[in-house]
C-alpha cells in the first residue's frame, strides 16, 4: 500500500513539473495558458519522436495542423469561398447583408514561421469570418507556399501575386470593393510579409490602386540582431523562444544548416553593409522604456561569403526594417501591435519608431500583459481583447 502511495505521489510531482511553466505575475488566466503550453509541448515531443523513428518533421507538422483546419462553410452572416487569385489559393470572406455603398477590402496574411499554418486553421478561419462580419469588408486570407521546400523569395512572391490580382480594379469590382478602402493586416511572419508587400507596393508604377493601411500583429522584421532587450528577456518564453525564431529564419533562406551559427551569433552583415546597422539599433530605435538596464554592445561583421551564399538575410523583401527612410515614407496609415512577453517585441517597436520619424501615422497598441500568439489563442480573454481593439482601429482607419 505504502509503495502504491510513494508511486502516486512520485508520478504526481513529475506530472506537476512537466506541466509547470513559471509565467509572469501580470499574465492573466496563467492556469490556461499553463495548461495549452504543456499541451503543446506534448504535441512538439510527439512530433519529435516521430521524427526520430524517420518521419519528417514538415510533414508533420502538416499532419498536425491539418487536424484543425476548417473547410470553407458560410454561416447566416458571410459567405466563404475557397479560390485563386493569380493561381494561388486564397479564401475569400463576403459579407450576406445587402450593401448599396462599396465596401472595405481587408488582405489578411498568416503566420507560421513561413513554413507552416494555413488560412483553413480555425482561428485564422475565425478572425476573417469575424472581420468581414464586423467590418462589412471582403476579406481575403492569403496564402503561400512553405519553407523549406519552398524557400524566400517564393512566400512573398505567392502573396505579392494574390494582392496585385486582388488590387484590379475589375477584381475588387467585381467583389464590390472601394479602391480606396483596402488595407493589409498580418501577423508574426504574416506581420513580415504585410510590410514587406505594403513596402513593395508603394514603388511599384504596374499597381495603380494603393493601400488606405497596414496592420502588423507581433511582426517579426529584422534578423540582424537577435539580441535586442526583448530577445534577451524573453529568450524562452514557451509560445516563442529565440532558438525557434532562428529555425525560422534559416528554413526561409536555405535547407543548409551552417547558417544556423552565424544567425545565432548575429555575424551576418559584411563589412561593406555596415550602414545597415543603423536601422536596427535599439540603442537609438527604442523608447527608454524597453531599454532599461540593457547595455547596447556594437553589431560584429559577418563575412561577404555569408550575405553572397544568403542574399535574402540583407533583402528588405524578408527583413522590411532594412528599408531606408525614403522607402518608409510612402507608406499607409498603420498599425502595430507589440507584447511584452515576446522576442519580436522590439521588432515591431523599432519599426513605430522609424515610422513615425518618416512621418508615417502609426498607432501601436502595445500589451503590457501579452505574449507571442495571444492574438490567436480564442480561449482566452486576452485574444478578444487584442482583437477587438484591432478591428475597432480598422472600422475607424480603414
Ligand atoms: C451573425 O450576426 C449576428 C449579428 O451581429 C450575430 O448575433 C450572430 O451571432 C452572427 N452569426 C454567426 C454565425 O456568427
Ligand atoms: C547606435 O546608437 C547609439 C546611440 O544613439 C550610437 O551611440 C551607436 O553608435 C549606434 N551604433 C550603430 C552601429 O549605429
Redesign the pocket.
Known amino acids: 500500500m505504502g509503495k502504491k502511495i510513494i508511486l502516486l505521489l512520485t508520478v504526481g510531482v513529475l506530472a506537476a513539473y512537466y506541466v509547470y511553466t513559471p509565467l509572469p505575475d501580470n499574465i492573466e488566466e496563467p492556469w490556461k495558458l499553463t495548461w495549452m503550453i504543456a499541451v503543446s509541448k506534448t504535441v512538439a515531443y510527439l512530433n519529435l519522436f516521430s521524427e526520430f523513428l524517420g518521419a519528417n518533421r514538415f510533414v508533420n507538422i502538416a499532419a498536425l495542423s491539418k487536424r484543425q483546419e476548417v473547410p470553407p462553410t458560410s454561416?447566416?452572416?458571410?459567405t466563404v469561398t475557397d479560390t485563386t487569385f493569380n493561381n494561388i489559393p486564397v479564401r475569400v470572406y463576403v459579407p450576406k447583408r445587402k450593401s448599396v455603398a462599396l465596401r472595405r477590402g481587408l488582405f489578411f496574411i498568416h503566420g507560421g514561421g513561413w513554413s507552416s499554418g494555413s488560412f483553413a486553421l480555425y482561428p485564422h478561419d475565425f478572425l476573417s469570418?469575424?472581420t468581414a462580419?464586423?467590418l462589412d469588408a471582403v476579406v481575403v486570407s492569403a496564402s503561400y507556399r512553405k519553407a523549406p521546400k519552398h524557400l524566400f523569395p517564393t512566400q512573398f512572391e505567392d502573396v505579392y501575386n494574390s494582392l496585385k490580382w486582388f488590387l484590379r480594379q475589375d477584381i475588387l469590382e467585381n467583389y464590390g470593393v472601394d479602391p480606396k478602402r483596402v488595407g493589409v493586416s498580418g501577423s508574426s511572419s504574416g506581420g513580415n510579409l504585410a510590410a514587406a508587400v505594403t513596402q513593395q507596393l508603394t514603388e511599384d508604377p504596374s499597381v495603380k490602386i494603393k493601400l488606405k493601411t497596414q496592420a502588423l500583429i507581433y511582426p517579426i522584421l529584422q534578423i540582424l540582431d537577435m539580441n535586442t532587450p526583448s530577445y534577451r528577456e524573453n529568450s524562452h518564453f514557451p509560445t516563442l523562444r529565440k532558438s525557434e525564431v532562428a529555425k525560422g529564419w534559416y528554413d526561409y533562406f536555405t535547407t543548409d544548416r551552417s547558417l544556423e551559427n552565424a544567425i545565432l551569433l548575429g555575424q551576418l552583415v559584411p563589412a561593406e553593409s555596415s550602414h545597415l546597422f543603423k536601422f536596427v539599433n535599439w540603442s537609438s530605435l527604442l523608447p527608454e522604456k524597453f531599454k532599461k538596464g540593457h547595455i547596447y554592445k556594437k553589431p560584429i561583421h559577418g563575412s561577404s561569403d555569408v550575405a553572397k551564399r544568403f542574399p535574402g538575410i540583407l533583402d528588405v523583401r524578408a527583413a522590411p526594417l532594412l528599408a531606408d527612410d525614403a522607402r518608409l515614407r510612402g507608406l499607409p496609415r498603420t498599425y502595430v501591435v507589440t507584447c511584452q512577453y515576446d522576442v519580436l517585441r522590439d521588432d515591431g517597436i523599432m519599426y513605430v519608431t522609424r515610422l513615425q520619424d518618416a512621418g508615417v501615422e502609426v498607432t501601436h497598441n502595445h500589451v503590457d500583459d501579452g505574449y507571442h500568439g495571444a492574438f490567436f489563442l480564442l480561449d482566452l480573454k486576452i485574444s478578444h481583447r487584442i482583437i477587438n481593439h484591432y478591428i475597432d482601429w480598422l472600422k475607424e482607419n480603414l
Open positions: 454561416d447566416e452572416n458571410v469570418r469575424k462580419e464586423r
